[in-house]
RNA sequence: GCCGAGAUGGCAGAGUGGUUAACGCGCGGGCCUUGAGAGCCCGUGGACCUCCCGGUCCGCAUGGGUUCGAAUCCCAUUCUCGGCGCCA
């Protein structure tokens, strides 16, 4: 969330900022919040003093109980301004809640080099890897190649599951794992830390992390329980330091979440319905830093690096996008995709997404910092997550670009000490 | 799952119904010193009001309740630590 301070003394910048989005609502409730929080003070105000009123008259009762005196006109006296205190409460916590709600669906304010644009066409391409392989026979899509291979079962994971669930078998179950081994081994080279965080989280903490409109769009509820299935493991980690204050010299701290990820994909419908490229559940490593503010834009494009050799590595051509003001979100103040080359479909398709949240996640979350122990606190960090493999849609783009004309999958080089180092995947006899 | 104990500031830890969260450590500032340290003094949770001086309120895991008044009494929940049971 934004600073309500920094709304109240600069009401201009961030109105200026918000503009950028093109979403009339977000000014509409900007000068709603202002205004809101206009009148909370005041009677906030009123309330302060009105509870100082019912201490006074406490006090007195004290005093006249000590000396044995009768303290009856005392007594009416304090139940009615305790009244008029129970009143004036409601109205106070009533705004309060109001504001919060207003806090927490304003986005995130835009970093001045993310290119205004309406949507996700209007994205700046800002790199572009790899050259674009030719063939010179009918290329397949992943999942008749897998299906061919006997490598996926969306069938029977229909029959059990639903929609967009699978199984994975044999050499891409292999391959699943062999993924988020090379990622994981990558990331702890450069000093990340490997981290298995908890699958669900409670509600509290996870407004902390996310849009509120993820709750019906993206979580799975358990029933009965206030947990949340996670989408990613950026979210357990963002909130691992919830309300807590880290020392300036222990940061930056990195991290490489390991995860399954689950997402209803509720407004998806007919998007990507085939295959494996969009579903429920998914494997991720994700990258994740906790840092001083002035560092945060150079680790965003450590994050982004890291991303980048990772598919380099692989063999994967990829272009980077800058994401536009209209399609970037509401906690990020600047995104990177990356969008690796899928040859079925002839176009490159999201497979990284690498945001910059600034203090706004740590903001919601509490995560301060502080120069050293017993210091006090001196504001939010800032937060950067990253995909560095989602391997879901790693494998759709390793089945499609290495393909060979007999239907069998050539396995990029840096995976094969994790598949029994076999070169190919090949049908099962 | 059952029984018991517990949760207080950055940390440690008092406070068991009557305005002020003790003492310490840490941290910040000042005095002293060539410098550092020691020593001494002041400060050190949050919100709001204020022209500054300053003022008011909130805060003892969370949410309710009792009371004129709750860190303190009652109820529920969460988490932690023991003990028992169950379990991959």
Redesign the pocket.
């Known amino acids: 969330m934004l600073d309500?301070?920094l709304i109240r003394e600069n009401p201009a910048l961030v109105r200026e900022n918000l503009a950028k989005r093109n979403n009339p609502e977000c000014l509409q409730m900007l000068d709603e919040l202002i205004a809101l929080d206009k009148e909370w003070?005041a009677n906030?105000?009123k309330?302060?003093?009105l509870?100082?009123d019912?201490?006074q008259?406490?006090?007195e009762?004290?005093k006249l109980?000590k000396a044995c005196q009768n303290a009856d006109a005392a007594?009416a006296k304090?139940?009615q301004v305790?009244q008029q205190v129970t009143s004036a409460e409601k109205q106070v916590v009533e705004q309060e809640t109001k504001i919060k709600d207003y806090l927490l669906r304003l986005p995130n304010l835009l970093d001045a080099t993310v290119p205004v644009g309406k949507d996700s066409t209007e994205n700046v391409t800002v790199k572009t890897w790899g050259t674009i392989p030719k063939f010179n026979f009918q290329v397949k899509n992943h999942i008749d190649l897998a299906l061919a291979l006997d490598q996926v079962d969306m069938e029977r994971a229909g029959k059990v599951s639903a929609a967009r669930f699978f199984y994975l078998k044999n050499d891409v179950a292999m391959l699943d794992l062999a993924l988020m081994h090379f990622a994981l081994e990558e990331l702890q080279q450069r000093g990340y830390t490997p981290v298995v965080p908890p699958y669900m989280m409670k509600r509290d903490a996870y407004e902390g992390v996310t849009a509120l409109g993820d709750f019906e769009e993206v979580l799975y509820k358990i029933q009965g329980e206030d947990l949340y299935m996670i989408a990613t493991s950026e979210h357990p980690l963002a909130a691992m330091y919830w309300n807590e204050?880290l020392k300036q010299d222990d940061m930056p701290v990195k991290l490489a979440g390991i995860s399954t990820c689950f997402r209803k994909e509720a407004g998806a419908h007919g998007k990507d319905t085939r295959g494996i490229f969009r579903t429920h559940q998914f494997n991720k490593i994700e990258q994740f830093i906790f840092c001083n503010p002035e560092d945060s834009a150079k680790l965003h494009e450590e994050l982004l690096e890291n991303a980048e050799v990772l598919l380099q590595k692989l063999g994967l051509p990829y272009r980077v996008v800058n994401v536009c003001t209209g399609d970037i979100g509401t906690v990020a103040a600047k995104k990177y995709d990356i969008e690796a080359w899928m040859p079925a479909q002839g176009d490159y398709r999201e497979v990284v997404s690498c945001s910059n949240c600034t203090d706004y996640q740590a903001r919601r979350l509490g995560v301060r910092y502080r120069?050293?122990?017993?210091?006090?606190?001196l504001g939010p960090v800032h937060t950067l997550n990253s995909t560095a493999i989602a391997t879901g849609r790693t494998i759709v783009a390793l089945l499609e670009n290495n393909q060979n004309e007999d239907g069998t999958v050539n396995i990029p080089e840096v995976l094969r000490k994790y598949m029994g180092d076999r070169e190919k995947i090949t049908k099962k006899r």
């Not at 120069?371 to 606190?377: F, R």
């Open positions: 309500i301070k003070r906030n105000t309330l302060n003093d509870r100082h019912r201490k008259v406490t006090m009762i004290a109980k007594f304090a139940q305790d204050v120069l050293k122990e017993g210091a006090p606190p």
